[in-house]
């Protein structure tokens, strides 16, 4: 057991847990940048992003800096506790002899008093490292989330929010408080949650289609996302998904961002409830591609929008913590620098 203490007070394992962790920051930068899938890191909680990793060992970077952390947090505190145990009995002593008239001791005391600074300073680093790991366990971020008259859940906070008359609501099971919109360096605060500013826009709500068909009974119909329409008997059609931004990539797949740069919908076709065929419309572009099937024919005539804001989300239940721990920090490294040379 001794040997063990003895182990985590040694400096030499503070200087290659220092020089171990800096050489892993900088491979993790690189591995950030190259290796896929790395994208949501930091969005929800640390251990529970890890937790759905498929490959954890290929996020060995990742692990080792959390092993050495760890290992790094135990020696700091193991070798300020070392370090307090020999000088408080020396202070406390010190502190007689200058009571009972010893001046001579009074100038070593007070010398003694300032080598309390560096230990207050890894104190603030402790708690510091604390609230980080805190954060990791229980907060989470949402970089981007779209915004409108619909109630948004956020599962994370259990509660919803939406945009409605140029505010933000928010419901917590059932009490809805009202906030003007976030500015810029001024979230809106609420139980733990920060709500960022964001930018405004309009959001796609419905579309207008167009339908042709033999009997010339032309329609003009307004649906919205996953909802059908019964052509005639045996013909229906079925609105799948409208995303906001339209491309193809290297793979030929379709796929979206939060922006309405090329927004489009996709819209099937049934007979006698299966399905026939599909294509993409392009709101921007109506009647510039179509859906037929037996002399029927449907086309995008319009869209209607409606506001929208585009926003990010936050806990960071680490961060009143965080604070205390660098003030601390900040006050034993500001008292290091005025002590008296011995």
């Not at 930091?42 to 529970?48: I, N, Q």
């Amino acid at each position: 057991m001794l040997k063990i203490w003895r182990f985590f007070c040694s400096l030499k394992l503070a200087v290659w847990c220092g020089f171990i962790l800096s050489a892993l920051l900088g491979i993790s930068s690189i591995y950030l940048i190259r290796q896929p899938g790395l994208d949501t890191l930091g969005t929800p909680p640390l251990f529970v992003w890890l937790k759905d990793q498929n490959n954890i060992f290929s996020l060995w970077w990742l692990l080792a800096l959390i092993a050495l952390s760890a290992v790094f947090t135990i020696n700091t505190v193991c070798c300020t506790i070392e370090a307090l145990r020999k000088l408080i009995p020396e202070l406390l002593r010190s502190k007689k002899l200058t009571a009972s008239g010893n001046n001579n001791n009074a100038n070593s005391n007070k010398k003694r008093i300032h080598l309390l600074a560096p230990h207050v300073a890894h104190i603030g680093l402790v708690i510091l490292l604390v609230a980080h790991l805190i954060s990791s366990l229980w907060g989470f971020k949402i970089p981007q989330l779209m915004l409108d008259e619909k109630w948004r859940q956020i599962p994370q906070a259990n509660l919803k929010l939406r945009l409605l008359n140029n505010h933000i609501e928010i419901n917590k099971q059932g009490e809805v408080n009202s906030f003007s919109l976030p500015e810029f360096n001024k979230p809106i605060l609420y139980d733990g949650l920060a709500v960022y500013f964001g930018q405004k826009s309009d959001k796609v709500g419905s579309i207008n289609l167009k339908i042709k068909s033999p009997d010339k009974n032309n329609k003009i119909i307004n649906l919205t996302q996953g909802e059908k329409y019964q052509i005639n008997p045996q013909m229906s059609l079925k609105v799948k998904v409208i995303v906001p931004d339209y491309r193809v990539g290297s793979s030929n797949q379709q796929y979206t961002q939060g922006e309405y740069r090329n927004p489009a919908a996709y819209i099937e076709l049934y007979e006698n409830e299966h399905f026939v065929t599909g294509n993409w419309m392009f709101i921007y572009y109506p009647g510039f591609s179509q859906v037929a099937y037996k002399n029927i024919k449907v086309t995008l005539d319009s869209a209607k929008w409606y506001p929208a804001l585009s926003v990010g989300i936050a806990k960071n239940p680490g961060a009143i913590t965080a604070l205390i721990g660098g003030l601390i920090l900040l006050i034993g490294l500001l008292w290091y620098l005025t002590i008296i040379p011995i």
